[in-house]
């Protein structure tokens, strides 16, 4: 099989501030627990049974699969977020659904706009919700910040993320 399916899943967060823009965006991956390995940026479907687990950590260099939302600002005393959720079907055996939303402002409204997505999104595909499970983070900028949400897919068969 050349495609792997994860199995496992996880949600991960984290904001900063850096030297430059790129500066605080790396800083946030880092203090999400992801800023060592190379992510892919996948499109926004979690596989049928894939079961949540609690962060692991990642081997350096690894290639993540992982659907994400960012947001970088160098707008002192702005205040960015960003969050993503997850529509979870009653049905293990369908795909739920994971959206990302980033903005300018306070978590409460992004994270709110953004399980409000996942909620139509699995209205669109008829789908049964079983639970919309979300994570975001807010970051004040006081020169450069970043904040940053994300899912990263997991292949337990692996012993590490998807290869």
Request: glycine share 10%; aromatic share 8%; with cysteine.
């Amino acid at each position: 099989m050349i495609f792997k399916q994860p199995t496992r899943y996880f949600l991960v967060s984290g904001h900063s501030e850096g030297y430059a823009p790129l500066n605080a965006f790396d800083q946030s991956l880092l203090n999400a627990g992801v800023g060592d390995t190379n992510l892919v940026r996948m499109s926004s479907i979690l596989p049928p049974h894939c079961q949540r687990i609690e962060p692991v950590l990642l081997p350096y260099g690894a290639l993540v699969p992982v659907a994400y939302a960012d947001i970088m600002s160098s707008t002192p005393g702005e205040y960015i977020a960003a969050a993503v959720a997850i529509g979870v079907p009653f049905d293990d055996a369908l795909p739920g659904l994971i959206m990302e939303h980033h903005g300018v402002g306070r978590l409460v409204d992004i994270e709110a706009k953004v399980r409000e997505m996942a909620a139509q999104g699995m209205a669109f595909r008829n789908r049964e919700i079983r639970e919309i499970l979300s994570i975001g983070i807010e970051h004040r900028v006081e020169s450069h910040g970043a904040a940053f949400a994300g899912v990263v897919l997991w292949d337990e068969s692996s012993r590490g993320p998807l290869s």
